[in-house]
Each structure stands twice: as C-alpha cells, then as structure tokens.
C-alpha cells in the first residue's frame, strides 16, 4: 500500500509512505501532494544511506549504529540533516561523538556545516594544539569562531603546554 517510489542514486528503490515521510520529516513534501503513480522520485544518495534513513521514518525500533565508521556516519548525519529527520540527526550526533578523539577534524567540519555548537565546543580542546587559527577561520562560520577561540585558548593555555601522547595525532585530524 505504499504510494511513493524513491530511488538512490545507485538505483535501489524503497517504496514508502508519503504520510509517514510528511510527519516524521521536515523537507518532503506534504501527503496530499498529487503524484504521478508511475513516477519515481530520484535521491542523490546511496541505497545503504537512504535504507537506514528511511527505517527512521516509520514506528518501529530504530536500527543500531554501533558498528558505522565515520565516513558512513557523517553521510547519514548529513543525510539527516538535509532531509531534517530530526530523531536520526540525534542519533547520528550522539554517535559522532565517539569518534571525537580520533577525527577531531571530520566532526568539527560536520558540526560547523550543521551548526551543532555543542559539538563544536566539545572537539574545540582536541583541535587547539594541531589545527591554526587561519585554518579554523576558514572552516567555522563567524557565530561559532569567536567563541570557539576564546573557550579553545582559554582551556589550552590552562592545561600544560606540553601535549601527551594520548591526544590525537595530526594524521587523524581530517
């Protein structure tokens, strides 16, 4: 009874509900929205990005995230956020969180495009000993640099200056 065809950019095709896509997103269009039945609405995403996506969109338990590597979760975050499926934009943050330590610089490009300030404040101590301050102007818009260089520095210069081997290396930075 599905009465929508959405496929991926690597033609998968998922067959869904528009009224579940209309309540539990902020962009598709309303349910009432008149459709040509034998039209099919073409996504740039993947087939494996979309598939988890959409799980969110219907009242059932949400799939595990556990095992994603950051690249994969950054798209899906990233799908989120364009499609604005607020309960997977959570997920997805909470989860981006364990990779702070070790891509400290792919969460702050992701926070900083999505305007997640918290997380931005969160990887702001990890950044500060790696990353200059011309390349953070580049990559954080102006609402979220001065405050991030004001706490980042504040904290740095508090703590030792030496760096311990237990931070992240500048390999893992992007």
């Known amino acids: 009874d599905a009465d929508v065809v959405i496929r991926s950019c690597d033609n998968v095709e998922f067959r869904l509900h528009k009224k579940n896509l209309e309540f539990l997103s902020g962009s598709f269009p309303p349910a009432d929205t008149?459709?040509?039945?034998?039209?099919?609405?073409?996504?740039s995403e993947s087939g494996e990005t979309l598939e988890i996506l959409f799980q969110f969109m219907y009242p059932r338990r949400f799939p595990s995230l556990d095992n994603m590597k950051i690249d994969p979760l950054i798209e899906l975050a990233g799908t989120a956020e364009k499609?604005?499926?607020?309960?997977?934009?959570?997920?997805c943050e909470l989860h981006l969180r364990s990779f702070m330590q070790q891509y400290p610089g792919k969460i702050l490009k992701f926070a900083a495009q999505?305007?997640?300030?918290?997380?931005?404040k969160e990887v702001a101590p990890?950044?500060?000993?790696?990353?200059?301050?011309?390349?953070?102007?580049?990559?954080?818009?102006?609402?979220?640099?001065?405050?991030?260089?004001?706490?980042?520095?504040?904290?740095?210069?508090?703590?030792?200056?030496k760096v311990s081997d237990s931070r992240v290396s500048i390999e893992n930075i992007g």
């Not at 008149?34 to 996504?43: A, K």
């Not at 999505?114 to 931005?120: A, F, G, I």
């Open 126 to 161: 990890i950044l500060v000993p790696y990353l200059p301050l011309s390349e953070l102007s580049d990559l954080l818009p102006a609402h979220l640099y001065k405050p991030w260089v004001s706490r980042s520095c504040l904290k740095y210069n508090k703590s030792s200056t």
């Open 114 to 120: 999505y305007d997640h300030r918290e997380l931005v």
């Open 83 to 91: 499609y604005e499926i607020f309960a997977l934009i959570h997920v």
């Open 34 to 43: 008149e459709v040509n039945p034998n039209e099919i609405v073409r996504l």
